[in-house]
């Protein structure tokens, strides 16, 4: 079983920046694609950002591409999203999402094999 703990989130002005952290544990941390999903009150869930394993590979929603920024660090089994530039539709529960498999295109399509519990992100105007 494989747990993962969001962390970083919180109340941040547009304009803003936050840094949000996932931490992987539970098995063999090895092969695993990460990304970001969120989901807003009301509203479907959605991709937000995905990375393979080397992290070498990225994908981004359009709604972020070029504020968002995924990364990784495989020896602390950690997943990071930078979030800057954000705006109040940025607002969310942001969950922490893992493919064994290692197939972060199935990340972005809202296919994963763990999750976390989340991460409230509130962008004020």
């Known amino acids: 079983q494989v747990q993962l703990v969001e962390s970083g989130g919180g109340l941040v002005q547009a304009g803003g920046s936050l840094r949000l952290s996932c931490a992987a544990s539970?098995?063999?941390?090895?092969?695993?694609?990460m990304g970001w999903l969120r989901q807003a009150p009301g509203k479907e869930r959605e991709f937000v950002a995905a990375i393979n394993w080397s992290g070498g590979s990225t994908r981004y929603a359009d709604s972020v591409k070029g504020r968002f920024t995924i990364s990784r660090d495989n020896a602390k089994n950690t997943v990071y999203l930078q979030m800057s530039s954000l705006k109040p539709e940025d607002t969310a529960v942001y969950y922490c999402?893992?493919?064994?498999?290692?197939?972060?295109?199935?990340?972005?399509?809202?296919?994963?094999?763990?999750w976390g519990q989340g991460t409230q992100v509130t962008v004020s105007s």
């Open positions: 539970g098995r063999t941390f090895s092969g695993f694609a």
């Open positions: 999402v893992v493919d064994i498999n290692g197939n972060y295109y199935a990340l972005s399509a809202r296919q994963y094999d763990y």
